[in-house]
C-alpha cells in the first residue's frame, strides 16, 4: 500500500469516472455502460486512472495529463491504512490533508479535515461531483477550525467508496465557493455484480478506545439496461483517556482529554438505469446516524455543599458529558444524456443535517436551589442545516476549420438554497444560569435563517499546440445574504516530450461565510470559566463594535512539474500562493464585566462560579485578517522488481507549508481584532511539514507495507494559569510560545492471502506510540490537558494495533 497516492500511475476503478454518456451510438453506450459496471481489472503497466475533477473534458482526463496536481487514492488504499474511518485514512495517505489534534466540547463529536493549512471551511467536499451538504455543528471552540461547518465525510459509508480524487489547487471558478484550498471528490461505487464484506478491529497502545468496523456492499442489475449498488457501515469506537492528573486532586479523574465514544450506522445507495441508449437516470441515497459522547471537566464534590440533592447523586464529584444525536441524510436524482453533439447533465440534490446536543451526568444548582428537582439529563442545542442544489451541465467538443485541435466547451447553471437553524434548549437547561458543562440555547439565540444561491459558469480548453494546453473557466455567483462574486481561472500545461511536462494555474476564488458563522450562539461552561461566542449580528456584538461578515476572497497561484527521470520513476512537484483576504474567524476578544455585558445583552446568564476577569471571554466572527500561505507538493513512486521473489512499490510524498499574516483587522475603535494566540491559529497551528515515505512488498500470498510518517513542527501561543488547583485565567495579552516538535510514527501491515476470496491482515499504525509534545504545567486549565488540542499535527492517541478481514465474492 503507498501511503502516498499515486499521482502519475495510480490504478483506481474506472466507475464513475465518466462525467457524461462519452459514445454516439448505441452499441458504444452499452459498452461504457458494461465496462462502468464490471470490476476494474488489474492494470497493465502504463496505464493510468482516468480523473474527472478539475476538468470539464466528457470522458475525464488522465492524472499524468492534469492541469492541476491531483491525488487518486483507491478504495485498495483506504482499507489497507486499517483506520476504521475515512478522515483518519486520508490523513495516513496524503501529505497535504490534516486533521484535528483533539477536540472540545461538542466539536470534537464532528470530524473534519484541512488542505494546505487552511480552515476545513475552504475545502469544498463533492459527491460523484455534485456538492456535498455540510455538518450543522459548528466548531466553536478555540484553534485553527474553529467556525468550520465542514462535510463530515465519515458520514459517507467507506463501504460506498471506489475512489477519492483530491484537487489540491483553487477551483471556485470551476465549483463555486470553499474551493479555495482545494476539492475531494468522492466517487461511490456502481459495479453490478459482487459482494465484499470488511471487518476492522482495533485498540490503542493504552489499551483503551477499542473501535470495531463492519463494511458490507454489492451489486446487482436491473434488468439489461441498469445497476444498483448498496453500501453499509457500522462503527463504534469507545473513550480515550489521555488526561494529566487534575491539579485540584492530583488524581486522574478529570477525563476531559480524550477521544469520544461514537457509534455510528450508515448506508448508501446507488442506481442507474438507461432509459434509452442515449439517455440515463440516476440516483443517489445515503443516511447516516450517529450517537457520540465527550467527557467535559470534573466537578469537585465540594462545589456541590449547599445542593444536597445532587450531593447525593454524586458523592464523588461528576464529570459531564456533552452528547449528540446526529442525523444525516442526502439524496441526489438526475438524468443525463446526449443530444446533438451536447452531452447534457440535469440534477437536483438534497441533504440535511440535523443535530441533538444534550448534556447528561451534569446539573442545575439554581434548579435545586429554588425548586429541590435534581435533574441530571438536559437537552440544550438543536441545529439543522440543509441545502437544495439543482444543476444543468452542458459539454461538447467542437472542431473549426482553420483550427487543428478540438475545443472542449462546457457551461452551466445552478440554483442552491441553503437554510440553518437553531432550536433553543429545553427549560431546565435554561433555568438560572443553565445546565452545567453548556447552557441551553435561549429563545433571543434561536431562529431559522436561509438564502438563495444563483450561479452560472463557462469552462473552455482546448490545445495551442500539439503539446500545449490551455484551459479557461469563469463563474458568477450571487448570494442573497452577501451579494455578488466573480471568479476566474487560467490553466495551462505543457510537454516536453512524454517523459517531461510543466503545469501552471492562476485563479481567484472564494468562501461565502456560513449562515452559522453569522448567527450561531452558545455560552461553554467550565468549573471557574465560561467563554460565550455570539452572533455577529446579535446585540451584544453590535454594541462592541461588530460588523456584518463579508465572504473571504483568494488569490491562487501554482506551477509545477510532471516527469519520468528514468523508466517507472514518476515524480511531480508543485509549489504554491495562497493569498487569503478577509479571512473568518472569531475577532471580537472581550473580557471580563465587558464579555459579561455583551452575553447578558444577548440573554445568557453568568454562573457565580466564574470569576469575571480574564476567565470570562465573549467573541464573534468577523473579516479578521489576511494571510499568505506558500508551499510545496513532491510526489515520486517507483517499483522494484526482485524476480520470482517478489516486487517493491516505493513511495515518497511530502508537503512543505507556511502562513504568514500578511494584515489584520480593527474594530471600530481601531482595535486589532486578533489577539497572539488567534494570530497562531492562523499562522503556525498546522505542521510546517508532512512527509510520508516507504513501501509495499508482495510476494505470493504475503505482503508486506511499511511507512514512516514526520509530521513537523506547530507553533501555539498558550493561556497562563495560576490560582490553586490552575482555576484562573492570569492574562488575556500575555502567552507562552509553546513549540510543539516534529514527531515520526511508523506504520507497519503485513497480510496473508489465505484464499483467493479472503485475506487476514495484522497492522498497527504509530507502532510505536508516539505522541504530542506535554505542555507545561502552568499553561494546563485545571492541570488535565497535557497535550494540546488546537493544533492539527500528531493525535493524541498514539499506537493503535488492529486486525483486518476481508472477503469478496
Same mark, same amino acid.
Given at each position: 500500500?503507498?501511503?502516498? #497516492? ?5 490504478? @483506481? ?11 454516439? &451510438? ?11 459496471? /464490471? ?23 488522465? #492524472?499524468?495529463?492534469?492541469? *492541476? ?26 501529505? &497535504? ?44 471552540? =478555540?484553534?485553527? !477550525? !474553529? ?18 480524487? @483530491? ?25 453490478? %455484480? ?33 445497476? #444498483? ?59 447516516? %446516524? ?110 473549426? &476549420? ?58 473552455? *480548453? ?15 455567483? %450571487? ?18 516530450? =512524454? ?7 492562476? *485563479? ?15 455560552? /461553554?461552561? *467550565? =468549573? ?27 488569490? +491562487?497561484? $501554482? ?10 520513476? %514518476? ?22 464585566? !465587558?464579555?459579561?455585558?455583551?452575553? !447578558? ?9 466564574? +470569576? ?62 486578533? +489577539? ?115 493544533? $492539527? ?14 472477503? +469478496?465474492?
Amino acid at each position: 500500500m503507498p501511503a502516498a #497516492v499515486r499521482p502519475a500511475s495510480s490504478v @483506481v476503478p474506472a466507475s464513475a469516472s465518466v462525467a457524461g454518456p462519452a459514445a454516439s &451510438s448505441p452499441r458504444q453506450v452499452r459498452a461504457l455502460r458494461d465496462a462502468v459496471a /464490471a470490476p476494474a481489472p488489474v492494470a497493465a503497466e502504463g496505464e493510468e486512472s482516468v480523473i474527472v475533477t478539475g476538468t470539464r473534458e466528457t470522458g475525464g482526463r488522465k #492524472v499524468r495529463e492534469s492541469l *492541476s496536481p491531483i491525488d487518486v487514492v483507491s478504495a485498495k488504499q483506504i482499507s489497507q491504512t486499517g483506520q476504521p474511518n475515512l478522515r483518519e485514512a486520508l490523513a495516513q495517505l496524503l501529505p &497535504s490533508l490534516t486533521m484535528p489534534t483533539g477536540g472540545f466540547d461538542s466539536g470534537a463529536l464532528t470530524d473534519s479535515i484541512s488542505l494546505r493549512g487552511l480552515n476545513p471551511n475552504e475545502t469544498l467536499v463533492l459527491v460523484d461531483g455534485k456538492r456535498r451538504h455540510t455538518t450543522a455543528n459548528i466548531y466553536a471552540d =478555540p484553534g485553527p !477550525q !474553529q467556525g468550520s461547518t465542514a462535510v463530515d465525510i465519515d458520514m459517507i459509508p467507506m463501504a460506498a467508496i471506489d475512489h477519492v480524487e @483530491v484537487l489540491r489547487d483553487g477551483a471556485s471558478a470551476q465549483y463555486g465557493s470553499d474551493a479555495v484550498a482545494g476539492v475531494v471528490n468522492i466517487i461511490l461505487k456502481k459495479q453490478d %455484480h459482487g459482494f465484499h464484506a470488511e471487518s476492522i478491529s482495533g485498540i490503542t497502545a493504552a489499551k483503551d478506545g477499542f473501535q470495531q468496523g463492519v463494511y458490507l456492499d454489492g451489486g446487482a442489475k436491473l434488468g439489461n439496461r441498469g445497476f #444498483v449498488h448498496v453500501s453499509g457501515d457500522f462503527y463504534h469506537t469507545d473513550h480515550t483517556f489521555r488526561s494529566a492528573p487534575d491539579a485540584r486532586t492530583g488524581q486522574k479523574n478529570n477525563y476531559v482529554l480524550g477521544q469520544p465514544e461514537q457509534t455510528r450506522e450508515s448506508v448508501a445507495i446507488k442506481a442507474g438505469y438507461d432509459l434509452t441508449d442515449s439517455i440515463q437516470l440516476y440516483g443517489t441515497g445515503t443516511y447516516a %446516524h450517529r450517537h457520540a459522547e465527550s467527557y467535559q471537566n470534573y466537578r469537585l464534590a465540594s462545589s456541590l455543599a449547599k445542593y444536597p440533592g445532587y450531593a447525593a447523586i454524586y458523592p464523588w464529584g461528576y464529570s459531564p458529558l456533552e452528547t449528540l444525536d446526529e442525523d444525516d441524510f442526502e439524496l441526489t436524482a438526475g438524468i443525463k444524456g446526449k443530444v446533438w453533439g451536447w452531452n447534457w447533465d440535469l440534477s437536483t440534490v438534497y441533504g440535511r443535517d440535523f443535530d441533538d446536543i444534550g448534556v447528561i451526568n451534569s446539573a442545575n444548582l439554581a434548579l435545586e436551589k429554588d425548586t429541590g428537582r435534581t435533574p441530571t439529563r438536559f437537552d440544550v442545542q438543536g441545529f439543522n442545516n440543509s441545502q437544495w442544489s439543482n444543476n444543468f451541465d452542458l459539454s461538447r467538443k467542437f472542431k473549426f &476549420s482553420g483550427w487543428p485541435h478540438e475545443i472542449n466547451v462546457a457551461g452551466g447553471a445552478s440554483y442552491r438554497y441553503e437554510s440553518y437553524s437553531i432550536g433553543t434548549g429545553s427549560e431546565d437547561s435554561l433555568y438560572g444560569s443553565g445546565s452545567d458543562a453548556m447552557a441551553g440555547t435561549n429563545a433571543g439565540n434561536a431562529g431559522n435563517f436561509n438564502r438563495d444561491v444563483v450561479a452560472g459558469y463557462v469552462d473552455v *480548453s482546448t490545445h495551442l499546440t500539439r503539446h500545449w494546453q490551455l484551459d479557461l473557466a469563469g463563474r458568477y455567483e %450571487h448570494y442573497t445574504d452577501v451579494g455578488d462574486t466573480e471568479t476566474g481561472k487560467v490553466s495551462t500545461r505543457y510537454e516536453v516530450s =512524454p517523459r517531461l511536462a510543466f503545469r501552471a494555474t492562476i *485563479s481567484n476564488g472564494f468562501h461565502a461565510p456560513t449562515l452559522a458563522q453569522e448567527y450561531y450562539s452558545a455560552l /461553554a461552561i *467550565s =468549573p471557574t470559566a465560561a467563554r460565550g461566542l455570539i452572533g455577529v449580528n446579535s446585540p451584544g456584538a453590535l454594541a462592541n463594535g461588530a460588523s456584518p461578515l463579508k465572504p473571504e476572497r483568494s488569490t +491562487n497561484v $501554482s506551477g509545477g512539474i510532471v516527469m519520468e527521470p528514468f523508466r517507472k520513476l %514518476h515524480v511531480t512537484v508543485d509549489v504554491y500562493q495562497i493569498n487569503l483576504r478577509d479571512q473568518i474567524m472569531p475577532g471580537g476578544q472581550v473580557y471580563g464585566e !465587558q464579555a459579561a455585558k455583551a452575553l !447578558q445583552m444577548n440573554g445568557f446568564k453568568i454562573p457565580d462560579t466564574v +470569576n469575571l476577569n480574564s476567565s470570562l471571554s465573549t467573541h464573534w466572527f468577523a473579516n479578521v485578517a489576511s494571510t499568505r500561505t506558500q508551499g510545496l507538493d513532491l510526489t515520486a513512486t517507483y517499483p522494484t522488481q526482485l524476480g520470482d521473489i517478489g516486487r517493491i512499490d516505493w513511495d515518497v510524498a511530502i508537503n512543505l507549508n507556511r502562513t504568514r499574516l500578511s494584515h489584520q483587522g480593527t474594530d471600530a475603535d481601531g482595535n486589532p481584532l486578533l +489577539n497572539a494566540q488567534s494570530i497562531a491559529y492562523l499562522t503556525t497551528a498546522y505542521p510546517r511539514s508532512k512527509m510520508i515515505f516507504g513501501g509495499r512488498f508482495t510476494s505470493g500470498k504475503w505482503t508486506v507495507g511499511v511507512h514512516e510518517i514526520r509530521y513537523g513542527q506547530t507553533t501555539s501561543q498558550l493561556t497562563y494559569y495560576g490560582g490553586a488547583g490552575n482555576t484562573s485565567s492570569l492574562s488575556s495579552t500575555q502567552f507562552r510560545e509553546f513549540h510543539n516538535t516534529p514527531k515520526f510514527i511508523t506504520n507497519l501491515e503485513v497480510t496473508y492471502r489465505v484464499h483467493p476470496r479472503l485475506a487476514l491482515t495484522l497492522g498497527g499504525n504509530n507502532l510505536f506510540d508516539a505522541r504530542p509534545s506535554r505542555v507545561p504545567d502552568n499553561n494546563r486549565y485545571l492541570g488535565a490537558p497535557q497535550y494540546y488540542m488546537s493544533t $492539527s499535527q500528531l493525535g493524541m492517541n498514539g499506537g493503535f494495533y488492529y486486525l483486518r478481514g476481508d472477503i +469478496n465474492f
